[in-house]
């Protein structure tokens, strides 16, 4: 007799699943499988066929939580912006971000960033056409990931998100970016 697999595409039962593990409380140690199953509606069967090990089950819920951040906040980019009109629609598709899908922005803040995300890349990119038109001080990807995600993760982190918040955070990074 052959295996029944779900008709389910495997790509959104992993998005069930990490909406459901964030509901949760994403640490994954304080959840059993079964409860993980339950809380996504896939049967334990399912889960163990996707994700053998709660290790396995880990690095799945990352890689979507980051790509789920990559396609929302790295579309591409109308052509010939100016440096400030390139960071002002990165920052808005950061907030719009945070705001629309606040567990899992949560859930990312609370996850190093790795020197090889498309985050660090970008940064990297934008750090570097900062510097050579002399508008942005010198700064590594690293260091204007930091002053970008530090304080926004700190506001994911305290569920303290607000337009308001997030426009004066824009504003102050902004400013600690530029070279006055």
Known sequence: MAKRRSPEPISAIEDRLLRA??????????VSMPELAA?????????????????VLAEILDARARALFDRHVFAPFPARLSLQQRF???WT?????ALQEPDIAAYLAR??????SAFIKASAI?????ASTGELKALSGEE????????????????????????QLEQAAWD???RI
């Open 21 to 30: 593990s964030v509901a949760l409380g994403d640490n994954l140690d304080s």
């Open 39 to 55: 809380a996504a509606n896939i049967a334990v069967g399912t889960l163990y066929r996707i994700a053998p090990s709660k290790s």
């Open 88 to 90: 002002h629609l990165m």
């Open 93 to 97: 598709r950061l907030a719009d971000f």
């Open 111 to 116: 996850k190093p960033m790795g020197h090889d």
């Open 126 to 130: 934008f750090a570097r056409d900062g």
């Open 144 to 167: 204007l990931a930091a002053i970008v995600w530090g304080p926004l993760s700190a506001l994911l982190r305290n569920h303290a998100c607000s337009v308001e918040s997030l426009k």
């Open 176 to 178: 600690g970016l530029r």
